[in-house]
């Protein structure tokens, strides 16, 4: 067997390394905390993989705080201020003016890049403000949601990018039929009300397209924003080898569709459907979280998924 | 030495660009807000290089992109004043944990409701355990020289903690004094470019600040934080002097004292008010009262040492609290019955609650005020241990 030391120092033929649509080299280290299938922690793992470890991370209060792991260790290669939840998108803002004040390079191709690592509750609900701040300021920085659909860190509560029917612990299914009983907030809708240089939602089922997104926001001046959906089997009732296929299911059927928006541009990207969208049932089947959900539940989150990716359709038409 | 005549947030916004601030990140506060206007218009007229201006949609940003711009290395300034201190409280906490040395001009308000914009210490002094120094300026120049000794000791490689430069609404912010102001080569002699502590530029080397503490390392975390506070009092001396003997005003003492020497009784308080009591001191001395003044410069790191050495030859001290403790007393008189308890200095110690929400303080109400300290020492007894001054009766 060999050791993880040596994988990470393996050499790969040339052959093999042409093929490779992700950088090898790993800038996030074994020993993190993350839960198994975490989709969050490979996120984190591909954005450290784009930026090569020439990134200033600023992580609020999330469960990314705890993956990066305890003082003194940190599983990142790459330097990492831990801030208050509703903080990220003002320590951005103060971290690139810091950098411009001081003569250093943002963004480019040898550029530093500022990074904001926030989950859904703290980009969503606490961090809202903080984020339009650092939007309408048109900082050169990229503010990442990573949307797990919940709080996740602090045992699974409901945060305003819970979907319609969602078991969390504050909206429980119980014989009086609670759940969650608002549509999912639309992030990036707010995100490109404030005309960013660059918007865009991602998967974690779709490294390739995620990773040219990530480039994307490297060479392109202003803010930028990516909404990436990341599944969690711990606060999803779900099965832990299942998080690429569920992330992939929530592309397929509309659920979380992948596009970006560009000088007033919407592009909707393949691998969203071209043609009809897998029915949502299939993608909810797969989660205890939506166990509670009546077929009239089903029917009303399906009718949400299917209005919403009209209306996208239209954007990019109107607007493509 | 150039002199200007300039209110004390103008004072306030000179210090800051004669220290070279590299990023300024505010949001607009009656009474502070020409502090920032000013700093915006050195901007504009092209008076400053280097110098980022973030205009954050709150305070709470505003502490938030101070601490983001010095962890990576730059010197951040901010400046607000009551309700935006308030708001800004949990980033203090982050500011000084994380040890970034950011110097802050707090302009005392009084907290609402009821509205108020007046001078008032409690918004300050309820920031008391966030482990920022606190200095309390008697006037515009001590605004400004307290910023500039401000960046000084906070950046000191023993030190690295924040500074707040306290100064009162009104009779401070925007009334105009004249300021000595030393030229900028002197200033960059005795304030030069920060040499931070850890910066987040450093890919050579990636780390993370603020990470997890478990219960068998964050009381450590607290105790570096208690010995740095405790070095800064060192530092706070020390750059005093070398402040005095480069541009002759001498900060050296952390209580300034003023006719103490053969007091019997001394009136004690912080800020604008103490210029008021110094007056008073004046008179009530040509009227054969045995007076003194003592004026608390810094709150945080507290004087102990100080405070004993003039608390051990004196009768009485007359606590003038601008501001209270709901549930206790003023926060000064709190503070300094605590430091003498375990000494064996026992002067007689009363405290008047004054001036709250901008009630004016006179040079006859401290004359009032000696009389009926002289009456206590007499009697040797304590009509009562907190007085509401001015209460309409």
Redesign the interface.
Known sequence: MVSLEEVTKMELPADVKKRLTLPFEEHFYAGHTACQGCGAALGLRYVLKAYG??A?F?IPACCS??I???????A?????????F??T????????????????KVKGEDG?MVIGWAGDGGTADIGL??L??FL??GHDALYIMYDNEAYMNTGIQRSSSTPYGAWTTNTPGGKKHFLEQRPKKKVIDIVIAHKPAYAATASVAYPEDFMRKLKKAQTIKGPAFIQLFAPCPTGWRSPTDKTIELARLAVQTAYFPLFEYENGKYKINMPSPNKEPKPLEEYLKLQGRFKYMTKEDMEILQEWVLREWEELKKKAKLFG | MPKKVVSGNYAAAYAAKHARVEVVAAYPITPQTSIIEKIAEFIANGEVENLQYVPVESEHSAMAACIGASATGARAFTATSAQGLALMHEMLHWAAGARLPIVMVDVNRAMAPPWSVWDDQTDSLAQRDTGWMQFYAENNQEVYDGVLMAFKIAEHEKVNLPVMIVESAFILSHTYDVVDMPEQEEIDEFLPPRKPLYTLTDFENPFSVGALGTPADYYEFRYKIAGAMEEAKKVIKEVGREFGERFGRDYSQMIELYRTDDAEIVFMGMGSLMGTVKEAVDMLRSEGYKVGAAKVRWFRPFPKEELYELAKNVEGIAVLDRNFSFGQEGILFNEAKGVLYNTDARPIMKNYIVGLGGRDLTVNDVKAIAKNMKEIIEKDELDREVEWYHLKR
């Open positions: 470890g020439k200033i600023a705080t705890i990066a792991g305890p003082w003194p260790y940190t990142l290669n790459a330097p990492l201020f831990h801030t208050a509703e903080t998108g003002a320590v951005i803002s103060g971290i690139e003016a810091a950098l411009k004040a001081k003569g250093y530093i403000q903080a339009s701040g309408e300021r």
